[in-house]
């Protein structure tokens, strides 16, 4: 079965640092991973995605993501943080016919 | 901006009201999706739809019945429900049932359950 995991509930950072948040996912083959953001009261936004081929992939709003099949990781970094990237970021699995979702990980922003 | 435009945004009902859900996107995709999501939660599967048929239903309580009337919409009725389900329901979809497409999802929809 397929899994998501995203060990940090809540991050805070301050504005213009930088952000890395953690993926780990189990599939047992390549598996097609997405982050997702959320902001309060919103839908699912997708900031990007891995099917296949490069490693590192690039994303809206400045992130990118770097799949790494020896960790079984897909974490999301971005260089500089801004107070409007304050949301809920969510890593999810897919490969079957379903979408599996991590639990999530509450990015807050200090100015 | 979303595709995947939901309606309405807010509903309040009783719990023996029946109330619909409207889901719609214009981007020619074959599979359609309502999703449950509670507070502080990850978003939830409850039905698929491919190509207009219902393909997953993850044992959602018959409370809650989708239809898809066509390749572009989709609805929830919902009937006789409980405070619990108090929830955004979001509705999504991609250009087919593979999880390697790519789900986009609609900005949901506040239910509240008196």
């Known amino acids: 079965a397929q899994s998501v995991t995203q060990p940090d509930i809540h991050i805070t950072v301050s504005e213009g640092a930088s952000l890395e948040l953690r993926c780990n996912y189990s599939?047992?083959?390549?598996?097609?991973l997405f982050w997702y953001v959320q902001s309060p009261g919103q839908g699912l936004q997708l900031l990007l995605k891995?099917?296949?081929?490069?490693?590192l992939v690039q994303g809206i709003k400045g992130f990118e993501a770097e799949f790494k099949r020896s960790q079984s990781s897909f974490n999301l970094r971005k260089p500089s943080v801004h107070w409007s990237d304050a949301a809920e970021y969510f890593c999810?699995?897919?490969?079957?016919?379903?979408?599996?979702f991590g639990t999530g990980t509450r990015l807050q922003v200090t100015l | 901006d979303t595709e995947v435009t939901q309606t309405p945004k807010h509903l309040v009902m009783g719990m023996t009201n029946k109330k619909s859900l409207k889901c719609e996107q214009h981007m020619g995709h074959r599979a359609m999706y309502w999703y449950k999501q509670k507070a502080k939660k990850p978003p939830e599967l409850m039905f698929v739809y491919s190509y207009e048929k219902l393909s997953i239903n993850e044992s959602v309580p018959s409370r809650f019945s989708p239809e898809c009337p066509n390749s572009s919409l989709l609805n929830l009725h919902l009937h006789a429900l409980q405070p619990e389900d108090s929830a955004l329901y979001l509705c999504?979809?991609?250009?087919?049932?593979?999880?390697?497409?790519?789900?986009?999802f609609g900005e949901g929809s506040w239910l509240t359950v008196v």
């Open positions: 599939y047992g083959a390549t598996p097609y």
């Open positions: 999504a979809s991609s250009q087919g049932p593979n999880s390697g497409n790519t789900i986009y």
């Open positions: 891995y099917f296949s081929g490069d490693t």
């Open positions: 999810a699995v897919g490969g079957t016919s379903k979408l599996t």
